[in-house]
């Protein structure tokens, strides 16, 4: 992901309320966040090797 352009709301005071993004940046930002929680749920799981994943794919049909 790039650089978020971002906006702010202020109140009267000049102090940030809120902020705006663009709707591409804010979707980016949601799918990190998922990715992140899968990962955060994933983190006890048993690793495998590159080549037992490669032995899989195939085995599927996906390599």
Do not use: C
């Not at 978020?4 to 309320?17: R, S, W």
């Not at 990715?35 to 490669?54: G, P, W």
């Amino acid at each position: 992901m790039g650089k978020i352009h971002a906006q702010f709301l202020t109140d009267e005071h000049g102090k940030k309320t809120a902020v705006v993004i663009p709707v591409e940046d804010y979707e980016e930002l949601l799918e990190d966040i998922n990715d992140l929680a899968v990962i955060a749920e994933r983190r006890e799981e048993q690793t495998v090797s590159f080549d037992t994943l490669k032995k899989r794919l195939k085995a599927d049909g996906l390599l």
